[in-house]
């Protein structure tokens, strides 16, 4: 498809399990962000890759989030021993790098349920 | 450090009613960007509007409309004329780097028919 794709929509785990979101980004583009979402809040920024620089990590709430980026394209977000207020839904967006503050385009989101 | 405030939780009106989102955003470089994203209740994220700090000209697209003025640092948006599609919660956002984004807390605006 032509936007940025996010797996799974929904996930659903029990607390101290590892889990791993996908987000696909739009061909092309070379920076991607994921955020987070928790009801009715606004959106955390947790980390942002741009083309094959060190990403920025300063958004990242603890050791036990990691994300990588392979190819410069797909990008996995790691949560390790989850727990109960890493509930949220986890956005990915992406967009053109470089300077001129380009408009992000986002996925669906992953829906994270932690039991 | 930057920042955007949207001190409107929450905002309901009538369909066809004029309605204002207020954004007020803090940032001391000289260049940034200035955005607004509307989420509807299916969730995604769209992007509406890019400002970059140079161009104060307030922009008008159908029954949107943003006012941008450096003075104040504010950056509101404009529904005229409401419609119950437009239900959603609306995010300002800046970016200063050209990359780095800072949303707000979101407004959540309610249209009733």
């Known amino acids: 498809g032509a936007g940025v794709s996010q797996s799974p929509s929904n996930k659903v785990t029990e607390k101290g399990k590892d889990v791993e979101l996908r987000c696909d980004p739009i061909?092309?583009?070379?920076?991607l962000y994921w955020y987070r979402q928790s009801l009715g809040q606004g959106l955390e920024f947790l980390i942002y890759?741009?083309?094959?620089?060190?990403?920025?990590k300063s958004g990242l709430p603890s050791d036990r989030f990691s994300a990588e980026r392979t190819g410069g394209s797909v990008s996995t977000l790691t949560i390790q021993r989850t727990q109960q207020e890493d509930s949220a839904v986890y956005l990915c967006a992406s967009s053109f790098g470089g300077p001129g503050g380009q408009p992000q385009h986002f996925g669906d989101g992953t829906r994270l349920s932690i039991l | 450090a930057q920042k955007v405030t949207q001190a409107q939780t929450e905002i309901s009106v009538v369909e066809k009613e004029d309605v204002t989102l207020d954004c007020v955003y803090e940032t001391r470089d000289t260049t940034y960007y200035l955005f607004w994203y509307k989420q509807p209740p299916s969730g995604e994220l769209v992007f509406l509007i890019r400002?970059?700090?140079?161009?104060?000209q307030n922009e008008i697209s159908g029954r949107y409309s943003w006012n941008f003025q450096k003075s104040t640092s504010s950056f509101n948006f404009t529904i005229t004329a409401s419609q119950v599609v437009d239900s959603a919660v609306y995010f300002c956002?800046?970016?200063?780097?050209?990359?780095?984004?800072?949303f707000g807390t979101g407004t959540s605006l309610t249209v009733i028919p």
């Open positions: 956002a800046l970016s200063v780097t050209g990359n780095q984004f800072y």
């Open positions: 890759f741009q083309g094959n620089s060190a990403p920025d």
């Open positions: 400002r970059n700090s140079f161009d104060e």
């Open positions: 061909s092309g583009h070379t920076a």
